[in-house]
Nanobody
Framework: QVQLIESGGGWAQAGGSLRLSCVAS????????MGWFRQAPGKQREFVAAINLSAGGTHYAASVRGRFTISRDVAQNTVFLQMDSLKPEDTALYYC????????????????????WGQGTEVTISS
């Protein structure tokens, strides 16, 4: 059973940076894509970014494009989310997500297209 383990959350001031990591403890090659969602208090979980693990193609939510960068290290079974120019509205619980190859070969941006979830890591941005 593959597990997704997030790290790197914490606190930052507006305008600052944080870097999230997600390690897949198992066989990462069973995933076509990995990425991130976030959920702020009282709101629905929303898509942030996704990456094709083999080709490296990426997809971002409009709210983070140009500020966040997703990348992967397949040898380390790890996906990263570099978050720059952070805003208070980026405050949320950030979840690592993965799409199994059995779900089909395309990126995701909805929760029903995800096959595996991490437990989440808190990100708090102060103004």
């Amino acid at each position: 059973q593959v597990q997704l383990i997030e790290s790197g959350g914490g606190w930052a001031q507006a305008g600052g940076s944080l870097r999230l990591s997600c390690v897949a403890s198992g066989r990462m090659f069973s995933f076509f894509a990995m990425g991130w969602f976030r959920q702020a208090p009282g709101k629905q979980r929303e898509f942030v970014a996704a990456i094709n693990l083999s080709a490296g193609g990426t997809h971002y939510a409009a709210s983070v494009r140009g500020r966040f960068t997703i990348s992967r290290d397949v040898a380390q079974n790890t996906v990263f989310l570099q978050m720059d120019s952070l805003k208070p509205e980026d405050t949320a619980l950030y979840y690592c997500a993965a799409r199994s190859t059995t779900y089909g070969g395309r990126l995701f941006e909805t929760t029903d297209a995800v096959s595996h979830w991490g437990q989440g890591t808190e990100v708090t941005i102060s103004s």
